[in-house]
């Protein structure tokens, strides 16, 4: 049963658990305590002072500090709380972080045959199917013939190479890493870095299946210079897919599967066989199978550009995607590229200022009075903004007045 009590100040009948929070805003008459706005001079209820301060004028009255080491969070305050649970000062720290890392789940290494509370659980559950209290929301429906069709549609014009789930990084010698999945693609890898062959890895072949359906093929490695695929497979493997291989093999002269490990280890011996073909002639007749263009998107202006790989003195081509090249500024940059990330922002305007700042003196003196936010929606900017031209300035970011 609720007990219930008056107010000493207004004499106001209230429950028993509502009177503290009763007479922190109670005035004495009934109503709630007020207090005059520092700006407006508007009276607002004590509840609602602090949110009508940070509106009106940008200042807040609360003290953004550590209770531990009273480090100053006011121009941070969503800092404060993250700060005090790791603060070093802070007695508790020890424990929150053991408890945040050895304590393990209840079911941590247990199965149905080993903890009955599991079992119990996986019996209750495989009743409730075969009652038919619970149902998989899934069961029984089934996609629409146009909606596979759209989604195979999308599949077929992806570009990117799918990879297992087992992948090792390896690192060509341009710099670039590249996922490879086992280790016959490592061994050829190692072997034509050595031989100092350029390769890549290329974009799918298309191909049907007896069923009539597109699909996508992905060689591991493609050799521009001699126009030419290779793909090792283990020997189950190629018995699985014998379908696909043998339709491939029939359709792209130029690719070859390797089923020894010695020979992915010794791949000179098949390049032996194959002469350097004419590099341009090469890229014309074979435009869209053996160089789709590396597709690159820009952040600033939303353009999609492609970067296509031309020569045209194949006696001095010395193996250019390996030579090292370097920007004005120092940099290292890809050969293909003339600058950097940097410099190319300064040659295209991407670093021209979008609003032109103010005096920095006057605009310490406003965010001092009116605050980072009012100050920033004066000038169309974010808070965090204002703070970034006092940094670049080289000048400390001023602080907020205390109430």
Known sequence: MSIKTNCPKCNKELLKENLNRHLKICDGTGGRRRKHCIKCNREISLSCYDRHVKSCCGLSTKDF???????????????????????TQNPNRGKNIKTKITTPGWNKGRTKETCPIVNKTANTLRQKYARGELVNPMKGKHLKDETKQKLRDAQL??????????TRDYIKLDGTVVQLDSTWEEAI????????IWWIRPYP??????EGVKRNYYPDFFLPLYNLYIDPKSKYTCESQKEKLDYLLHKYSNLIII???????????????????????????NNSVLFKKEIKYSKHTGDVKEESYTINNLKDYKCKKYTEKFCVCGNKINYYSENCNKCASKKNGLTRRKVDRPDMYDLSKEITYYGYMATAKKYGVSDNTIRKWFRTEGMTVPKLRKI
């Open 157 to 166: 014009k992806l570009t990117y190479r799918r990879v297992s789930k087992r």
């Open 205 to 210: 072949l298309k191909w049907i299946d007896n």
């Open 259 to 285: 089923t020894d490990l010695k020979l992915c280890e010794n791949i000179e011996k098949i390049l032996l066989s194959y002469k350097l073909g004419d590099f341009e002639s090469t890229y014309k007749n």
């Open 65 to 87: 500090k550590c209770k531990y080491c009273e480090k100053d969070y006011t121009n941070n305050k969503y800092g404060l709380a993250p700060h005090q649970y790791m603060c």
């Open 189 to 196: 890898a190692r072997r034509l870095d050595s031989l100092n």
